[in-house]
């Protein structure tokens, strides 16, 4: 499947709408199969998946959700941290029938799905990570910069919805010009796009501050990271991340015993976008060479 086709397959496949603990959950839910759960970054949303979910759909049942505080899904003033959506995917499955699934994360959401294993590891049939949160210091400058005290307060004059309006009147000029956009630069966009809503930013710096401080990453699960020895893992990382270091892959992969590793050089940030075809083929691969998990219900689960 082309990414033209795979677009257009992801936009028939219609949003649907659940209410768990009385906040609204928007998710795309499509194919039949192994479950997989595509849990997206901070600033994002499912349609981050939109090159990836229909092929991925011919072989699996691929539910991705927005998560609370990002996309069209609910943005109450609550609880932001790991541990809180942890929690929301965990009802998310219960409410679609779904007892276990294959949990993959990208950037926020990898560290989502990491907690997600650690809290229900009963549910999680096999782990994938995807560039990424939560297993070292390191971390961008921008995003240092952006968890200082106060900058939630400045950052509106800088992400206006008329600035995003004038950003897209220049874009079909640049593209006419010759200067191509690339999918980094448009997954990019549509996070600094998103952010343009009060309550978006809200719940953005409430997340952000929740796992980043100027001095890095402020949550790590690198020590924990052998639980993950029972799980079938593998970890996915573009080798010329900007945000978070492929050294971080290389670490987890050693923390984790029987893991797999897999960079995609040339890459960066987002190998789902930027290499669809082969992030489809890796995924499956995994999927049909390993077998899942069967973990006992962790006696008394606990956050961080």
């Not at 928007?26 to 994002?44: D, E, I, T």
């Not at 210091?137 to 005290?149: C, D, F």
Request: hydrophobic share 40%.
């Amino acid at each position: 499947m082309t990414v033209d086709s795979a677009n257009s397959e992801w936009e028939r496949i219609e949003p649907q709408a659940i209410t768990l603990n009385g906040d609204r959950v928007v998710y795309r839910a499509a194919g039949k199969g192994p479950v997989l759960l595509l849990v997206h970054g901070l600033a994002g949303s499912a349609r981050t998946w939109r090159h990836v979910m229909a092929p991925l759909a011919q072989h699996f049942t691929v539910i991705a959700p927005d998560l609370l505080g990002q996309g069209q899904s609910d943005k109450p003033r609550g609880d932001y941290s790991l541990g809180a959506h942890a929690d929301m995917l965990r009802d998310l499955l219960d409410a679609l029938g779904h007892e276990r699934a294959t949990f993959v994360g990208q950037s926020l959401g990898g560290g989502v799905a990491m907690q997600l294993a650690y809290q229900f590891p009963e549910r999680c049939e096999r782990l994938v990570l995807v560039n990424s949160g939560g297993l070292g210091r390191e971390v961008s400058v921008i995003l240092r910069l952006l968890s200082l005290p106060g900058t939630e307060y400045v950052f509106p004059l800088v992400c206006t919805p008329r600035l995003r309006d004038a950003a897209s009147r220049i874009a079909p000029w640049l593209g006419r010009a010759g200067i191509r956009s690339t999918p980094a630069r448009e997954e990019m966009w549509h996070s600094y796009a998103s952010l343009t809503d009060a309550k978006s930013r809200r719940a953005f710096f409430r997340s952000l501050h929740d796992v980043i401080d100027w001095g890095g990453q402020a949550v790590s699960a690198l020590g924990r990271l052998h639980h993950a020895a029972q799980i079938p893992t593998l970890i996915i990382w573009g080798a010329r991340d900007p945000f978070i270091p492929v050294s971080h892959a290389r670490a987890a992969h050693e923390a984790i015993p029987g893991s797999r590793l897999v960079i995609f050089e040339g890459v960066g940030h987002y190998p789902h976008c930027e290499a669809p075809e082969r992030f489809v083929e890796t995924i499956a691969d995994f999927i049909a060479s390993t077998e899942p998990a069967r973990l006992p219900i962790r006696s008394s689960p606990r956050r961080v």
